[in-house]
């Protein structure tokens, strides 16, 4: 079965810098690999992807902080966060896309809990 398991996360202080791993397993041909996190009572919203092309999209509230990439022959998928703030405090969750005969298929790692103190 595919699974995704994330790492990485943790405390830090505000200003600190993190580095978060998204390995996935029995799993080919992925499309979109991306980050998204979810605050206590909030949505769950994207933070930022990238595409099989290298192409990568991310939320305003991060640009210029965070960069993704991703390492195909590893099928891994990395957030390199820098000046991180409170308000990233939240769990962050990979989630990878692959197409099917069907459609794209959807599959998301357990998250990995980032907290940034003030």
């Known amino acids: 079965q595919v699974q995704l398991v994330e790492s990485g996360g943790g405390l830090v202080q505000a200003g600190g810098s993190l580095r978060l791993t998204c390995a996935a397993s029995?799993?080919?041909?992925?499309?979109?690999m991306g980050w998204y996190r979810q605050a206590p009572g909030k949505e769950r919203e994207l933070v930022a992807g990238?595409?099989?092309?290298?192409?990568?999209n991310y939320a305003d509230s991060v640009m210029g902080r965070f960069t993704i990439s991703r390492d195909d022959a590893k099928r891994a998928v990395y957030l390199e966060m820098n000046r991180l703030k409170p308000e990233d405090t939240a769990v962050y969750y990979c989630?990878?896309?692959?197409?099917?005969?069907?459609?794209?298929?959807?599959?998301w790692g357990q998250g990995t809990q980032v907290t940034v103190s003030s």
């Open positions: 989630k990878a896309v692959r197409p099917t005969t069907w459609g794209p298929s959807e599959y």
């Open positions: 029995n799993i080919f041909r992925i499309n979109y």
């Open positions: 990238v595409t099989s092309g290298g192409t990568a």
